[in-house]
């Protein structure tokens, strides 16, 4: 059974840099589209962006929201299973219960968020 | 981007009823839509991909159909387990995109 966790600090001050990671077991982190989405507190899912690694990638190729493109990277750890985000210069806006999620290539579709970590809560205050 | 309208973004049933959300796409997304439940407090849970098809253990009393820019999801007769908020995603076209979410309360 795939399982998915995240991990990282629940408090970060403004202008700093979120880091969460997501530690992936029952599966290979090679292949697959393992995603990030976040959700601030009442309001809806938006998505953050995917790595995807393949032998064929040494660091994965990666696909990002344009509203985050400039402060986000996605990147993997194979040698853990794991795979993380950095968020730069966080405002109170970032604030939001960060999700993982596994993204399974089905035929004529973006990957498809079949397998999610629970989620974890970061809030940004000074 | 692709904007999803969800309606209506609340409503209000009893166990047995049937129940149907729609989600209306900014343009046409072919069957490239998902459907999720949440729980409050929990990660969103998939039911529905390519519109149509059931995800693996999920209860056939959910249902999805639609194409272009409408799509619905119908639950047959409503348990009290799926009292949750209900989202579509289009993954059609990046940025992927959710909409709104339809919260189903009890009546």
């Known amino acids: 059974q795939v399982q998915l966790q995240e991990s990282g600090p629940g408090l970060v001050k403004p202008s700093e840099t979120l880091s969460l990671t997501c530690t992936v077991s029952?599966?290979?982190?090679?292949?697959?589209?393992w995603s990030w989405i976040r959700q601030p507190p009442g309001k809806g899912l938006e998505w953050i962006g995917y790595?995807?690694?393949?032998?064929?990638?040494?660091?994965?190729?990666?696909n990002y929201n344009p509203s985050l493109k400039s402060r986000v990277t996605i990147s993997v750890d194979t040698s853990k299973n794991q795979f993380s985000l950095e968020v730069r210069s966080v405002t109170a806006a970032d604030a939001a219960v960060y999700y993982c999620?596994?993204?399974?290539?089905?035929?004529?579709?973006?990957?498809?968020?079949?397998?999610w970590g629970q989620g974890t809560l970061v809030t940004v205050s000074s | 981007d692709i904007q999803l309208t969800q309606s209506p973004s609340f409503l209000s049933a009893s166990v047995g009823d049937r129940v149907t959300i729609t989600c209306r796409a900014s343009q046409g997304i072919s069957t490239s839509l998902a459907w999720f439940q949440q729980k409050p407090g929990k990660a969103p849970k998939l039911l529905i991909y390519?519109?149509?098809t059931l995800q693996s253990g999920v209860p056939s009393r959910f249902s999805g159909s639609g194409s272009g820019t409408e799509f619905t999801l119908t639950i047959s007769s409503l348990q009290p387990e799926d009292f949750a908020t209900y989202y579509c995603q289009q993954l059609n076209s990046y940025p992927l995109t959710f909409g709104g979410g339809t919260k189903v309360e009890i009546k």
């Open positions: 029952g599966d290979s982190i090679t292949d697959y589209y």
């Open positions: 790595i995807h690694y393949s032998g064929s990638h040494y660091s994965g190729s990666t």
């Open positions: 390519a519109a149509s």
């Open positions: 999620a596994r993204g399974s290539d089905i035929p004529r579709l973006a990957p498809v968020l079949d397998y």
